[in-house]
């Protein structure tokens, strides 16, 4: 059984008949990430609606590609941000959504300093190639700085040691 916490987008309830002509009803469950649950134990139906707009905690079994809802029930709360003291929390961004922004930034940090060294060494011959060569380099050493600098970036995130 999978558990995940999750902000609960919409609830609905879906009724119907069967060949059989039995009725059933559905209920299906979307996070605020696009995902579905869903379940025939129309007792969920009410508990997710509550909790609409919220964080919850759900279990769930997957099957193939549907996620059949066991349960569901309120997601601890976090603690009260308190503005303007520094103790509030710090929304979290996916790491690897982190390391492209770092990635973009250090780039445009790069390119400016061979921009500068351009101006600033008149005497080379300054080829397209030499430029590239100029930035890259520049590149490794903002991005290093700029990710030990965020926490982005450990030692420990280096498979191999280069030191000689």
């Not at 250090?106 to 061979?114: G, K, P, V």
Request: charged share 30%; proline share 4%.
């Amino acid at each position: 059984m999978n558990e995940s916490t999750v902000v609960i987008e919409e609830v609905t309830l879906k009724e119907g008949t069967a060949s059989s002509g039995k009725p059933w009803k559905r209920v299906l469950v979307k996070d605020g990430n696009g995902n579905f649950y869903s379940t025939f134990e129309t007792s969920l139906y009410e508990r997710a609606r509550e909790l609409t707009g919220h964080r919850a905690v759900i279990q769930f079994e997957q099957e193939g590609k549907f996620q059949n809802l066991q349960s569901i029930r309120p997601a601890e709360k976090l603690p009260e941000e308190k503005l303007g003291t520094g103790e509030y929390v710090k929304g979290q961004m996916a790491g690897t959504d982190a390391r492209r922004i770092l990635v973009c930034s250090a780039w445009d940090r790069a390119t400016e300093l061979a921009a500068l060294d351009m101006r600033v060494n008149t005497n080379r011959d300054w080829t397209p190639a030499l430029i590239l060569e100029s930035a890259q380099h520049f590149f490794e050493h903002v991005f290093a700085s700029m990710a030990r600098k965020s926490n982005l970036l450990t030692d420990d995130d280096i498979p191999f040691d280069r030191r000689p």
